[in-house]
Protein backbone atom coordinates (compact mmCIF):
# COMPACT_ATOMS: atom_id res chain seq x y z
CA UNK A 1 0.00 0.00 0.00
CA UNK A 2 1.40 3.59 -0.81
CA UNK A 3 0.26 6.42 1.42
CA UNK A 4 0.52 9.97 1.02
CA UNK A 5 0.76 12.52 4.40
CA UNK A 6 -0.14 15.89 3.34
CA UNK A 7 0.34 18.74 5.85
CA UNK A 8 2.80 16.23 7.35
CA UNK A 9 5.31 18.70 8.75
CA UNK A 10 2.64 19.94 11.72
CA UNK A 11 2.47 18.18 15.16
CA UNK A 12 0.94 14.88 14.24
CA UNK A 13 2.38 14.32 11.07
CA UNK A 14 5.84 14.29 12.45
CA UNK A 15 5.46 11.67 14.04
CA UNK A 16 2.57 10.11 12.04
CA UNK A 17 5.51 9.14 9.40
CA UNK A 18 7.64 6.89 11.23
CA UNK A 19 4.61 5.03 12.57
CA UNK A 20 3.58 4.71 9.20
CA UNK A 21 6.77 3.64 8.07
CA UNK A 22 6.88 0.84 10.63
CA UNK A 23 4.06 -0.67 9.55
CA UNK A 24 3.68 -0.32 5.83
CA UNK A 25 7.44 -0.07 4.93
CA UNK A 26 9.33 2.80 4.31
CA UNK A 27 9.57 3.31 1.32
CA UNK A 28 5.44 3.30 0.91
CA UNK A 29 4.86 6.45 2.71
CA UNK A 30 5.08 9.68 1.73
CA UNK A 31 5.93 12.99 3.29
CA UNK A 32 4.31 15.97 1.62
CA UNK A 33 4.52 19.63 2.65
CA UNK A 34 3.84 23.02 2.00
CA UNK A 35 6.70 24.26 3.44
CA UNK A 36 10.13 24.16 2.07
CA UNK A 37 11.41 23.79 5.87
CA UNK A 38 9.09 21.27 6.59
CA UNK A 39 9.68 19.23 3.83
CA UNK A 40 14.00 19.54 4.01
CA UNK A 41 13.37 17.96 7.97
CA UNK A 42 10.90 15.09 6.72
CA UNK A 43 13.16 14.68 4.07
CA UNK A 44 15.81 12.94 6.28
CA UNK A 45 13.22 10.32 7.33
CA UNK A 46 10.98 9.33 4.62
CA UNK A 47 11.01 10.63 0.90
CA UNK A 48 9.27 13.96 1.28
CA UNK A 49 7.66 16.31 -1.39
CA UNK A 50 6.58 20.28 -1.45
CA UNK A 51 2.94 20.01 -1.85
CA UNK A 52 -0.20 22.76 -1.52
CA UNK A 53 -2.69 20.63 -0.99
CA UNK A 54 -5.24 23.89 -2.36
CA UNK A 55 -3.13 23.20 -6.00
CA UNK A 56 -5.34 20.26 -7.50
CA UNK A 57 -3.13 20.08 -10.73
CA UNK A 58 0.21 19.15 -8.46
CA UNK A 59 -1.64 17.19 -5.90
CA UNK A 60 -2.93 15.07 -8.78
CA UNK A 61 0.41 14.63 -10.24
CA UNK A 62 1.62 13.56 -6.64
CA UNK A 63 -1.78 10.89 -6.60
CA UNK A 64 -0.82 9.45 -9.85
CA UNK A 65 2.78 9.33 -10.22
CA UNK A 66 3.44 7.05 -6.61
CA UNK A 67 -0.07 5.09 -7.42
CA UNK A 68 -0.91 6.31 -4.05
CA UNK A 69 -4.09 3.95 -2.15
CA UNK A 70 -4.61 6.13 1.28
CA UNK A 71 -4.26 9.50 2.22
CA UNK A 72 -3.94 10.95 5.18
CA UNK A 73 -5.15 14.56 4.97
CA UNK A 74 -3.44 16.14 7.97
CA UNK A 75 -3.85 20.06 6.61
CA UNK A 76 -5.53 22.26 9.37
CA UNK A 77 -5.34 25.82 10.15
CA UNK A 78 -6.13 24.92 14.12
CA UNK A 79 -8.81 26.65 16.49
CA UNK A 80 -7.82 30.25 18.36
CA UNK A 81 -4.99 30.95 15.26
CA UNK A 82 -8.45 30.00 12.74
CA UNK A 83 -10.32 32.78 14.69
CA UNK A 84 -7.75 35.43 13.40
CA UNK A 85 -8.62 35.21 9.79
CA UNK A 86 -11.95 32.50 9.46
CA UNK A 87 -12.36 33.07 5.52
CA UNK A 88 -7.95 31.76 5.09
CA UNK A 89 -9.17 29.29 8.14
CA UNK A 90 -12.26 27.95 5.86
CA UNK A 91 -10.18 28.10 2.62
CA UNK A 92 -7.35 26.08 3.80
CA UNK A 93 -9.26 23.42 6.09
CA UNK A 94 -12.26 22.53 3.33
CA UNK A 95 -10.20 23.00 0.27
CA UNK A 96 -7.55 20.86 1.45
CA UNK A 97 -10.38 18.26 1.82
CA UNK A 98 -12.42 18.43 -1.23
CA UNK A 99 -9.28 18.02 -3.12
CA UNK A 100 -8.32 15.12 -1.05
CA UNK A 101 -11.68 13.27 -1.23
CA UNK A 102 -12.08 14.22 -5.01
CA UNK A 103 -8.77 12.92 -5.94
CA UNK A 104 -9.51 9.68 -3.75
CA UNK A 105 -13.16 9.29 -5.26
CA UNK A 106 -11.09 9.15 -9.01
CA UNK A 107 -7.86 7.17 -7.71
CA UNK A 108 -9.89 4.83 -5.56
CA UNK A 109 -7.91 5.90 -2.18
CA UNK A 110 -9.22 5.73 1.51
CA UNK A 111 -9.29 9.00 3.38
CA UNK A 112 -8.28 9.84 7.34
CA UNK A 113 -8.99 13.70 8.04
CA UNK A 114 -8.89 14.65 11.51
CA UNK A 115 -12.37 16.07 12.92
CA UNK A 116 -11.96 17.61 16.54
CA UNK A 117 -13.88 18.43 19.72
CA UNK A 118 -13.88 21.44 18.14
CA UNK A 119 -17.12 19.97 16.52
CA UNK A 120 -19.07 20.92 19.79
CA UNK A 121 -20.26 23.80 21.30
CA UNK A 122 -21.69 25.39 24.10
CA UNK A 123 -25.51 23.39 23.53
CA UNK A 124 -23.55 20.18 23.25
CA UNK A 125 -23.86 18.16 26.44
CA UNK A 126 -20.68 18.58 28.25
CA UNK A 127 -20.07 16.06 30.40
CA UNK A 128 -19.65 12.09 28.88
CA UNK A 129 -20.48 13.82 25.74
CA UNK A 130 -22.48 11.59 23.37
CA UNK A 131 -21.33 10.07 19.72
CA UNK A 132 -23.98 11.66 17.85
CA UNK A 133 -25.44 14.66 19.73
CA UNK A 134 -25.81 18.40 19.35
CA UNK A 135 -23.36 19.98 17.28
CA UNK A 136 -23.35 23.89 16.77
CA UNK A 137 -19.67 24.97 16.84
CA UNK A 138 -18.92 28.32 17.59
CA UNK A 139 -15.49 28.39 15.81
CA UNK A 140 -14.88 28.70 12.06
CA UNK A 141 -12.53 25.58 12.89
CA UNK A 142 -15.17 23.81 14.32
CA UNK A 143 -17.71 24.96 11.69
CA UNK A 144 -14.59 23.31 9.00
CA UNK A 145 -14.59 20.48 11.20
CA UNK A 146 -18.36 19.51 11.30
CA UNK A 147 -18.83 20.35 7.63
CA UNK A 148 -15.76 18.31 6.76
CA UNK A 149 -17.64 15.14 8.96
CA UNK A 150 -20.63 16.03 6.52
CA UNK A 151 -18.54 15.79 3.58
CA UNK A 152 -16.47 13.11 4.24
CA UNK A 153 -19.73 10.51 5.10
CA UNK A 154 -21.30 12.47 1.58
CA UNK A 155 -18.32 11.51 -0.28
CA UNK A 156 -19.04 7.84 1.31
CA UNK A 157 -22.46 7.61 0.75
CA UNK A 158 -22.71 9.13 -2.50
CA UNK A 159 -20.01 7.97 -4.26
CA UNK A 160 -18.41 4.81 -2.33
CA UNK A 161 -15.19 6.57 -1.26
CA UNK A 162 -13.71 4.56 2.19
CA UNK A 163 -13.47 7.99 4.33
CA UNK A 164 -12.76 7.78 8.17
CA UNK A 165 -12.20 10.03 10.82
CA UNK A 166 -11.77 10.47 14.70
CA UNK A 167 -12.73 13.76 16.78
CA UNK A 168 -9.33 14.34 18.12
CA UNK A 169 -9.07 15.76 21.56
CA UNK A 170 -5.95 17.91 22.69
CA UNK A 171 -2.78 15.98 21.59
CA UNK A 172 0.16 15.70 23.96
CA UNK A 173 3.58 15.07 21.97
CA UNK A 174 7.13 16.00 22.16
CA UNK A 175 8.40 15.99 18.53
CA UNK A 176 7.01 18.91 16.44
CA UNK A 177 5.33 21.40 18.49
CA UNK A 178 1.59 21.77 17.86
CA UNK A 179 0.19 25.42 17.04
CA UNK A 180 -2.18 27.83 17.05
CA UNK A 181 -4.40 25.34 19.22
CA UNK A 182 -6.76 25.93 22.48
CA UNK A 183 -5.50 22.62 23.68
CA UNK A 184 -1.38 23.78 23.66
CA UNK A 185 -1.11 24.86 26.59
CA UNK A 186 -0.85 21.19 27.96
CA UNK A 187 1.86 21.01 25.56
CA UNK A 188 4.08 24.15 26.17
CA UNK A 189 4.04 24.07 29.54
CA UNK A 190 6.24 20.72 30.07
CA UNK A 191 9.18 23.09 28.30
CA UNK A 192 8.63 26.31 29.97
CA UNK A 193 8.44 24.23 33.03
CA UNK A 194 11.52 22.48 32.66
CA UNK A 195 13.38 25.71 30.81
CA UNK A 196 12.18 28.26 33.84
CA UNK A 197 10.57 26.30 36.49
CA UNK A 198 7.47 28.37 35.32
CA UNK A 199 4.28 29.00 33.09
CA UNK A 200 1.82 31.46 33.00
CA UNK A 201 -1.21 29.40 31.39
CA UNK A 202 -3.88 31.01 28.88
CA UNK A 203 -6.55 28.96 29.97
CA UNK A 204 -8.77 29.03 33.08
CA UNK A 205 -7.58 27.03 35.87
CA UNK A 206 -11.00 24.62 36.46
CA UNK A 207 -11.80 24.19 32.31
CA UNK A 208 -11.48 20.59 31.77
CA UNK A 209 -10.60 19.39 28.40
CA UNK A 210 -9.97 16.03 26.71
CA UNK A 211 -6.81 14.93 25.44
CA UNK A 212 -4.69 12.23 24.24
CA UNK A 213 -1.07 11.38 24.32
CA UNK A 214 0.64 11.27 20.81
CA UNK A 215 1.35 6.96 21.11
CA UNK A 216 -2.52 6.57 21.22
CA UNK A 217 -3.50 9.44 18.31
CA UNK A 218 -1.01 7.24 16.06
CA UNK A 219 -2.63 3.93 16.92
CA UNK A 220 -5.92 5.49 16.38
CA UNK A 221 -4.80 7.06 12.94
CA UNK A 222 -3.83 3.29 11.79
CA UNK A 223 -6.28 1.23 14.12
CA UNK A 224 -9.70 2.70 12.28
CA UNK A 225 -8.28 2.82 8.68
CA UNK A 226 -7.20 -0.71 9.05
CA UNK A 227 -10.13 -2.49 10.76
CA UNK A 228 -12.47 -4.07 8.99
CA UNK A 229 -15.02 -1.64 7.52
CA UNK A 230 -18.28 -4.11 8.18
CA UNK A 231 -17.64 -3.34 11.74
CA UNK A 232 -18.15 0.17 11.83
CA UNK A 233 -21.69 1.71 12.02
CA UNK A 234 -20.12 5.17 12.18
CA UNK A 235 -17.32 7.17 9.82
CA UNK A 236 -16.72 10.48 10.05
CA UNK A 237 -16.07 10.76 12.90
CA UNK A 238 -15.61 9.09 16.14
CA UNK A 239 -15.36 10.10 19.46
CA UNK A 240 -11.51 9.34 21.05
CA UNK A 241 -10.19 10.37 24.36
CA UNK A 242 -7.78 9.11 26.98
CA UNK A 243 -8.20 11.63 29.67
CA UNK A 244 -9.47 14.56 30.89
CA UNK A 245 -8.00 17.23 33.12
CA UNK A 246 -8.45 21.12 34.17
CA UNK A 247 -4.73 23.26 33.99
CA UNK A 248 -4.87 22.72 37.78
CA UNK A 249 -4.72 18.89 37.68
CA UNK A 250 -2.27 18.63 35.04
CA UNK A 251 -0.17 21.35 37.10
CA UNK A 252 0.18 19.42 40.40
CA UNK A 253 0.99 15.98 38.65
CA UNK A 254 3.99 18.47 36.98
CA UNK A 255 4.38 19.58 40.62
CA UNK A 256 5.00 16.01 41.87
CA UNK A 257 7.89 15.95 39.86
CA UNK A 258 9.29 18.98 39.71
CA UNK A 259 8.62 20.50 43.00
CA UNK A 260 9.47 23.89 42.51
CA UNK A 261 7.24 24.60 39.82
CA UNK A 262 5.24 27.61 39.86
CA UNK A 263 1.85 28.15 37.79
CA UNK A 264 0.21 31.70 37.17
CA UNK A 265 -3.65 32.11 35.10
CA UNK A 266 -3.73 34.97 32.72
CA UNK A 267 -6.66 33.64 30.39
CA UNK A 268 -6.39 34.59 26.63
CA UNK A 269 -9.90 35.96 26.01
CA UNK A 270 -9.96 33.57 22.79
CA UNK A 271 -9.16 30.99 24.28
CA UNK A 272 -11.41 30.77 26.98
CA UNK A 273 -14.60 31.25 25.26
CA UNK A 274 -13.47 28.27 23.23
CA UNK A 275 -12.43 25.94 25.71
CA UNK A 276 -15.80 26.80 27.70
CA UNK A 277 -17.39 25.58 24.76
CA UNK A 278 -16.00 22.72 24.03
CA UNK A 279 -16.64 19.34 26.35
CA UNK A 280 -15.46 18.77 29.65
CA UNK A 281 -15.58 14.08 28.79
CA UNK A 282 -16.43 12.57 26.23
CA UNK A 283 -18.07 9.19 25.76
CA UNK A 284 -15.72 7.22 23.19
CA UNK A 285 -17.63 3.95 23.85
CA UNK A 286 -18.45 3.77 20.02
CA UNK A 287 -14.69 3.85 19.06
CA UNK A 288 -14.70 0.95 21.38
CA UNK A 289 -17.02 -1.32 20.19
CA UNK A 290 -16.54 -0.80 16.68
CA UNK A 291 -12.71 -0.71 15.91
CA UNK A 292 -11.22 -1.60 18.92
CA UNK A 293 -10.20 1.45 20.47
CA UNK A 294 -8.30 0.93 23.85
CA UNK A 295 -6.31 4.01 24.83
CA UNK A 296 -2.96 2.96 27.09
CA UNK A 297 -1.49 6.22 28.46
CA UNK A 298 -3.23 8.50 31.30
CA UNK A 299 -2.33 11.58 32.95
CA UNK A 300 0.25 10.27 35.83
CA UNK A 301 1.88 8.17 32.88
CA UNK A 302 1.95 10.59 29.82
CA UNK A 303 3.70 13.37 32.38
CA UNK A 304 6.29 10.92 33.59
CA UNK A 305 6.91 10.22 29.92
CA UNK A 306 6.98 13.71 28.80
CA UNK A 307 9.25 15.29 31.13
CA UNK A 308 11.71 12.46 30.54
CA UNK A 309 11.92 12.75 27.18
CA UNK A 310 11.33 16.94 26.88
CA UNK A 311 14.98 17.34 29.70
CA UNK A 312 16.53 15.02 27.06
CA UNK A 313 15.41 17.08 24.50
CA UNK A 314 16.58 20.34 26.41
CA UNK A 315 19.63 18.54 27.21
CA UNK A 316 20.79 17.33 23.69
CA UNK A 317 20.65 13.98 24.29
C1 LIG B 1 -7.08 22.82 18.91
O1 LIG B 1 -6.94 23.10 20.11
O2 LIG B 1 -7.49 23.62 18.06
C2 LIG B 1 -6.80 21.39 18.49
C3 LIG B 1 -8.01 20.55 18.54
C4 LIG B 1 -8.55 20.11 19.84
O3 LIG B 1 -8.57 20.22 17.53
N1 LIG B 1 -5.75 20.85 19.28
Known sequence: MNILVV???????????????????????????????NVDRLGQISRALVLDALDMDNYKKVISEF?????????ALLSATGEKSPQIAWQINMGALINSLELAREYNCS????????????????????????MRPNTIYGVCKV????????????????????RFPGIISNGALPGGGTTDYAVEVFYEILKDKSYVC?????????????????????????????????????NVTAMSF????????IKKHVPDAKFQFDPDPVKTEIS?????????????????????????????????????KLSGK
Open 111 to 134: VFTPSSIGVFGHSTPHVNTPQDTV
Open 276 to 312: ASWPDSMDDSCAREEWGWNPKWNLESMTKDMLSAISA
Open 202 to 238: PIPQDTYMDMLYMPDALKACTDLMDCDPSRLKHRNSF
Open 147 to 166: SGELLSDYYHTRFGVDTRSV
Open 67 to 75: KIDRIYNLV
Open 246 to 253: SPKEIFAE
Open 7 to 37: GAGGQIGTELIPHLQSLYGEDNVIAADLKKE
